[in-house]
């Protein structure tokens, strides 16, 4: 079955770098996204790639995908305050619309 | 343009009542999902809707929960009776219909409930 695992809690220093992992399982996983949840609010949709890619950066934003060892992360570059939420990594398989969602993980940012 | 709206945004209650969980969909989304994340652990698929019709509840976890979609509009998630392991933060979203199936980019999410059950 699918399964999406994350390290559950970051903390970094503002303006360093952060990064967040993901490991799934599902090796027909298509398409592979980034969530954030920021407190009180909904779930917002921050990058996605598919798996024929590797990487894509999106400004601070980038994304690795190690398909052979399913493998995703998220790095953010310059990390603010304002970055401090829990982030999703999920997964779906082309065609279908059930995604699969990770635990989450938490980042504190320190001023 | 709304969002995707979710009513109400906490909900306490006792193990053996009634809870009805509403969402209000973008409008004009043919799509409707619901998502729960029990405390700490991973966000979980319950069922989606095409308009009016389920496409797939496989993710429902038993027969207290009941999900309706009056018209095609606005669902409703009704858990009844409630148990305590039912706590969590339950999540709606939409996208539009179209050719593709895929969960696209445009899928949008509430807030959220946080229901717990005590």
């Known amino acids: 079955g699918e399964d999406v695992e994350q390290s559950l809690f970051l903390s970094v220093r503002e303006g360093d770098s952060s990064v967040i992992n993901c490991t799934y399982t599902?090796?027909?996983?298509?398409?592979l996204y980034w969530y954030k949840q920021e407190p009180g609010a909904g779930l917002q949709l921050l990058t996605y790639?598919?798996?024929?890619?590797d990487m894509k950066q999106d400004q601070r934003l980038t994304v690795l995908l190690n398909k052979k060892d399913k493998h995703l992360s998220l790095r953010i570059a310059d990390t603010q305050t304002g970055d401090s939420a829990i982030y999703f990594c999920?997964?779906?398989?082309?065609?279908?619309?059930?995604?699969?969602f990770g635990t989450g993980t938490k980042l504190q940012v320190i001023p | 343009e709304a969002g995707v709206t979710q009513f109400p945004s906490h909900s306490v209650i006792e193990k053996g009542q009634t809870v009805t969980l509403r969402c209000d969909p973008i409008?004009?989304?043919?799509?409707l999902y619901w998502y729960r994340r029990v405390m700490g652990k991973e966000i979980k698929f319950l069922l989606h809707?095409?308009?009016?019709?389920?496409?797939?509840e496989s993710g429902m976890p038993n027969n207290r929960f009941l999900a309706e979609r009056t018209g095609g509009t606005y669902s409703t998630l009704k858990v009844q009776p409630a148990e305590l392991e039912d706590s969590g933060v339950y999540f709606c979203?939409?996208?539009?219909?179209?050719?593709?199936?895929?969960?696209?980019?445009?899928?949008?999410f509430g807030q959220g409930t946080r229901l717990t059950v005590v």
């Open positions: 809707f095409v308009k009016e019709s389920k496409q797939d």
């Open positions: 999920a997964e779906t398989r082309g065609g279908y619309q059930k995604v699969t």
């Open positions: 599902d090796s027909s996983s298509t398409y």
């Open positions: 409008s004009g989304h043919d799509n």
């Open positions: 979203a939409s996208s539009q219909g179209g050719r593709t199936r895929q969960w696209n980019t445009e899928a949008f």
């Open positions: 790639i598919f798996s024929n890619m």
